[in-house]
Nanobody, 125 residues
Framework: QVQLVESGGGSVQAGGSLRLSCAAS????????MAWFRQSPGKEREAVAM????????YYSDSVKGRFTISQDITKNWVYLQMNSLKPEDTAMYYC??????????????????WGQGTQVTVSS
């Protein structure tokens, strides 16, 4: 049974940094896509970053490119999101997601069967 557990959210001032972690368990294969999404009240869930675990290739949304970095520890089955130069518009609930195979080219949340419970990130100006 696949489980995803996020940690590392919190409150920070603009310009600060946070690191989110996601512990994945129960995956039968290393060939999977792990992703971070975020959602603010009244807005759709949007893809922030993705990583193909087997290939190591990554994707970032334009809004976070150059500020956020997704990485993984394959041996532990963890994925991280290092968030630097945070802005108030980064405030959202952040979710870890995963599924087998390559990351979807349309970056849609509908691709992912497995989700964590979410962790809140709040950036104040």
């Amino acid at each position: 049974q696949v489980q995803l557990v996020e940690s590392g959210g919190g409150s920070v001032q603009a310009g600060g940094s946070l690191r989110l972690s996601c512990a994945a368990s129960g995956f039968p294969s290393i060939d999977k896509c792990m992703a971070w999404f975020r959602q603010s009240p009244g807005k759709e869930r949007e893809a922030v970053a993705m990583i193909n675990s087997w290939r190591g290739s990554t994707y970032y949304s334009d809004s976070v490119k150059g500020r956020f970095t997704i990485s993984q520890d394959i041996t532990k089955n963890w994925v991280y999101l290092q968030m630097n130069s945070l802005k108030p518009e980064d405030t959202a609930m952040y979710y870890c997601a995963a599924d087998a195979g390559r990351c979807p080219t349309d970056r849609s949340p509908a691709y992912f069967r497995y989700w964590g419970q979410g962790t809140q990130v709040t950036v104040s100006s």
